[in-house]
């Protein structure tokens, strides 16, 4: 490895970084501490939502700023934080249907289909194809659209008729795991064996048993197929 | 970023056997080569590693030099100084932590009455939690039972752990799961509601219930969308990590100090119970291993507990994840999640053969990848000098169909795209990396500590797991002790009354110190960890001179 390094510009201020860093490492190679605009530094948690242009280009760029590596002449800056609207409700209380989408979030009539949310999306989401979905009420497929969104933002903050689109989307989710999902028969039929208190006596025994008896019985337990 | 020349040859030998690998099962180890591997080979049982405590309830208990330094560590207040003023917040139920385990006690407790706080380091929902990616145990299919589970529990964790908190976690299992479900969380299934369920490492029944690859996210958002729905009774408070309890000098815990993180400044809370949700310690690199944990992963929990007197359990061992990235090194050490290989990846060295069935238990598997690239010399070099075996994901495709990968692992496939590398048709590289905190704070199956007005839940936990955690069980351990956590907590302090405000535990933790020949040392809790290079001196004083 050698010892090159290349200019990118933080907020404006020029540094000389290594070029194999990620971004959140090359702010913290530059001098900062973080405590804003970093979480699971894994790509899950959409804290390090990152904005950049290259000099010269005028094509804004949206990443995650700990899966991503600086490029030579970047221009970036971090979105920690962008007002967001979170409709109140409970979720027991609400039926799934297309009228509570937009009872809640009556802003989903007014998406122009425009894309911009979809081009902001680190995750490669196609955003707009899940709002088309909430505009039809479809809630099952706004869940399956928008199930990857780790709530970084950029979508919203880019939006021009100012939507939360990963608000609907969670809300969408929510109401199909709880209502529009199959039930699982195998599921209730175990917690109703729990409750009636149809294993405690085999779990009590386990209990009970020495280390040498409970090491035995695990060595010669049998193991479902693949 | 895509691989290299010696990488691509080596992926060409793995290509070579991988239609012979399709019918091959390699052997489970006995217990005698599981012991003796990890006797050789895993970091725990590497002496200099680690040293005994040298004071409080735990004095002479050996634990990791990274963990011992802060567990020892001076207060970051004086009792000589500080004077806890009049509380800024007065609460039922303080919860100190907001990932899967801190959210699940804040529901809990507010269904049973309390007015709850949910303070947090940095953002609510910045947790281990937020990351887990393959899936969470329930005896739900009709060939298991909990009696299984416990079996599975009890194996995986040598036996060490405690009988009450396995039949807990096992025996609430089902109910969770349901109960996540009423929450909104999608879970895997059939189109005739049946449970898409997985074997983990280790377990002898497909009972991991997954959100794609995204369990632990999906599980966390709901739960965080819950917990903001009952903002009338759970109030959140975010960059605010607390650095010391307060208790009443008589041995109850009453309150905390919290520090904002962006203002700089203290603030009291008066709370008739705590429960320390605060997760685990990654980010002490121990060993100097890379880990999958997040950012604020630094045991501070363990820090605020041990000084006002808690037991700590099971910090001798802790949890390498068999697969973490090894490249690019840009994701060095991320999680790779054990559901690659309960779908069906083997695991391959430098010629592509297997070395080691792909689904022991998580610190056999990490010890037979230390031995396969350290004393056989069959693994693989990045150019940055990092080891790794292949792990052969093209495989499950060819076992459950084109598009399996991507429908399964939408994370995975995601995140090595970004760096140039296609999952579903190349093998990726991993190594054991620094996962879990297998001990913590020891609990009772009501998640009490024996200190009054503390409790514990999840990861931040200790005996659970014993001294080694099964897949899918510390999702499973947030939200069965959390809830109880919420529940107990709440409990206790509606039939408690407010207590004073001290920080008088910290004279006796001064003298204990002194008594261990302990002086000076970096402030704990650490909060955060250090990986911020200074080329120029740094100023220490106040940017602007606090004149009030």
């Known amino acids: ?226 | 970023m895509s691989y290299t020349e010696e990488m691509l040859a080596s992926i060409a030998k793995v290509e070579a056997t991988r239609q012979a690998r399709l019918s091959q099962t390699f052997p489970r180890m006995t217990p005698d080569e599981r012991d003796e591997v990890l006797r050789c080979f895993h970091p725990d049982y590497i002496e200099e590693m680690a040293r005994p405590i040298r004071l409080g309830v735990n004095a002479g208990d050996r634990m990791p030099h990274e963990l011992a330094d802060v567990i020892e560590g001076p207060a970051h207040l004086d009792p000589a100084v500080f004077v806890p003023g009049e509380p800024d917040f007065i609460c039922d139920v303080l919860v100190v932590g907001g990932g899967g385990a801190g959210a699940s006690a804040a529901l809990l407790a507010e269904e049973n009455g309390a007015h709850v706080l949910l303070v947090t380091k940095l953002r609510f929902g910045d947790a281990n939690t937020m990351m887990a990616q393959g899936g969470i145990q329930a005896a739900s299919q009709p060939n298991d039972s909990p009696a299984i589970h416990y079996l599975d529990v009890m194996g995986g964790g040598h036996f060490d752990n405690a009988p009450d908190l396995v039949e807990a976690l096992v025996m609430d299992a089902p109910e969770v799961i349901a109960w996540l479900e009423q929450l909104g969380v999608m879970f895997d299934k059939r189109p005739d509601g049946t449970m898409s369920t997985a074997h983990g490492g280790g377990t002898s029944r497909k009972r991991m219930h997954s959100a794609r690859d995204y369990t632990g996210a999906e599980i966390m958002r709901v739960l965080r969308d819950e917990v903001r729905s009952r903002s009338d009774r759970i109030q959140v408070l975010e960059f605010n990590p607390v650095i010391e309890l307060l208790t009443d000098g008589k041995g109850n815990v009453t309150g905390a100090i919290l520090l904002d993180l962006e203002t700089r400044e203290y603030r009291v809370v008066q709370a008739r119970a705590v429960v320390i949700a605060t997760g685990g310690s990654g980010r002490l690199h121990y060993q100097g291993f890379a880990t999958t944990n997040h950012y604020g992963a630094t045991a501070d929990g363990l820090v605020l507990a041990y000084r006002v007197g808690a037991r700590l359990a099971f910090l001798h061992t802790m949890q390498y994840h068999p697969t973490g990235a090894a490249y690019p090194e840009q994701i060095l050490g991320q999680l790779v999640t054990e559901k690659v290989r309960g779908i069906g990846a083997q695991l391959c060295n430098i010629h592509g053969e297997q070395f080691v069935y792909p689904l022991e238990t998580r610190d056999v598997e990490s010890a037979a990848i230390i031995r396969e690239c350290r004393e056989r010399g069959n693994g693989i070099i990045t150019p940055t000098g990092q080891p790794g075996v292949w792990l052969d994901s093209p495989l499950i495709d060819l076992i459950r169909g084109p598009g399996t990968i991507e429908k399964a692992l939408p994370a995975m496939v995601r995140q090595f795209r970004r760096f140039g590398i296609d999952m579903t048709r190349q093998p990726i590289l991993v190594y054991p990396t620094l996962h879990y905190q297998n001990g913590g704070i020891a609990i009772d199956a009501n998640c009490m500590t024996g200190i009054p007005g503390l409790f514990v839940a999840g990861e931040a936990s200790g005996g659970v797991h014993g001294t080694n955690r099964l897949m899918g069980n510390s999702l499973l351990d947030v939200v069965v002790f959390g809830r109880r956590a919420g529940h107990s907590a709440a409990e206790y302090a509606l039939r408690s009354g407010y207590g004073e405000l001290t920080i008088n535990h910290l004279h006796d933790w001064k003298a204990a110190r002194q008594q261990a020949g302990l002086e000076g040392g970096r402030p704990a809790p650490i909060l955060l960890p250090d990986y911020t290079r200074h080329t120029h001196p740094v100023r220490e004083e106040p940017l602007i001179p606090v004149t009030r």
């Open chain 1, 1 to 226: 490895m050698t010892d090159q390094t290349i200019p990118i510009y933080i907020m404006g201020q020029r540094v000389e970084v290594p070029p194999t860093l990620t971004i959140i490492k090359a702010l913290e190679y530059a001098g900062y501490t973080l405590t804003r605009g970093v979480g699971c530094r894994s790509g899950f948690c959409g804290a390090c939502a990152t904005v950049y242009r290259i000099k010269g280009d005028p094509t804004l760029h949206f990443a995650l700023a700990c899966q991503t590596v600086v490029v030579p002449n970047m221009y970036l800056a971090q979105i920690p934080f962008f007002p967001a609207r979170r409709a109140d409700y409970r979720l027991s209380e609400l039926e799934p249907t297309a009228a509570t989408l937009f009872t809640l979030y009556p802003e989903i009539l007014r998406c122009l289909a425009c894309g911009t949310c979809s081009k902001a999306c680190p995750q490669e989401i196609d955003v707009r194809a899940y709002m088309a979905a909430a505009m039809r009420g479809d809630i099952a497929a706004v869940a399956d659209i928008s199930f990857d969104c780790i709530a970084c933002g950029l979508c919203s903050a880019r939006c021009p008729v100012e939507e939360t689109q990963y608000n609907v989307a969670l809300l969408s989710r929510r109401l199909y795991g709880r209502y529009l999902a199959p039930r699982s028969a195998h599921l209730e039929q175990r917690i109703e064996e729990i409750r009636r208190g149809d294993f405690n006596a085999k779990i009590a025994s386990l209990k009970a048993m020495d280390r040498a008896s409970l090491q035995q019985l695990y060595n010669s337990r049998d193991i479902e197929p693949e």
